[in-house]
């Protein structure tokens, strides 16, 4: 099983609610990751956690909360969401590299939300 | 900070024909990735060289790697309407804390490739 599966696949949410996204794979994988991607542009890496615990943090504000219940699920809790959140959420995973590195990512199909 | 550029940031080419994309990077890489992703849609990875290779190959795919240039080259022969799609190039490099590796992705080559 190669694959990575996010839910929902679409999300409307005012900027009041409180709504999570949700990931998961079952390739053993020991790193998980969310990207952000806003239209005609490159993903943009928001946390990375490894062996389960938050290892990056790029500076993502505190409305968006990361969760890793374990080692095949990865959670993005949203709360008080601006309308430039608006954007395709992208998680991934991959093995962790050894001696640094980062070592092939597989992605899934991302959830796509909007925030109005 | 973007760490991998692409050029051309798009391409429009006949079936048949060949596609080149091109990734430059600013600092030293464990190694450097590309990916492929339809519209809307998640990431595919399509190769990783790493940075004491020189030239890999994936059916249809070549990359290269010019560690003394910062520079990177994708090639996609025989092109196919299907190849159409962004490419991205992705490099790793530390964190701000200088521990953690993480993936920065160039801006994409949009490629399409017309039947």
């Known amino acids: 099983d190669t694959e990575v599966t996010q839910t929902p696949k679409h999300l409307v949410m005012g900027m009041t609610n409180k709504k999570s996204l949700k990931c998961e794979q079952h390739?053993?994988?020991?790193?998980m990751y969310w990207y952000k991607q806003k239209a005609k542009k490159p993903p943009e890496l928001m946390f990375v956690?490894?062996?389960?615990?938050?290892?990056i943090n790029e500076s993502v504000p505190s409305r968006f909360s990361p969760e890793c219940p374990n080692s095949s699920l990865l959670n993005l809790h949203l709360h008080a969401l601006q309308p430039e959140d608006s954007a395709l959420y992208l998680c991934?995973?991959?093995?962790?590299?050894?001696?640094?590195?980062?070592?092939?990512?597989?992605f899934g199909p991302g959830t796509r939300l909007l925030v109005l | 900070s973007q760490q991998g550029e692409e050029d051309p940031q798009a391409l429009s080419i006949q079936e048949g024909e060949n596609a080149t994309m091109n990734c430059s990077y600013k600092?030293?890489?464990?190694?450097l990735q590309w990916y492929r992703q339809n519209s809307g849609r998640g990431l595919v990875h399509l190769i990783l060289i790493r940075s004491n290779e020189r030239e890999k190959h994936s059916g249809r795919l070549r990359v290269t790697l010019d560690t003394s240039k910062k520079s990177s080259s994708l090639l996609i022969t025989a092109s196919r309407a299907a190849d159409t799609a962004s490419y991205f190039c992705?490099?790793?490099?530390?964190?701000?804390?200088?521990?953690?590796?993480?993936?920065?992705f160039g801006k994409g080559t949009l490629l399409t490739v017309n039947p």
């Open positions: 991934a995973s991959s093995h962790w590299g050894l001696a640094g590195g980062v070592e092939t990512q597989y």
């Open positions: 992705a490099t790793d490099a530390p964190d701000s804390g200088g521990s953690n590796y993480k993936l920065t």
């Open positions: 390739m053993g994988h020991r790193a």
């Open positions: 600092t030293s890489i464990n190694n």
């Open positions: 956690y490894s062996y389960e615990k938050l290892s």
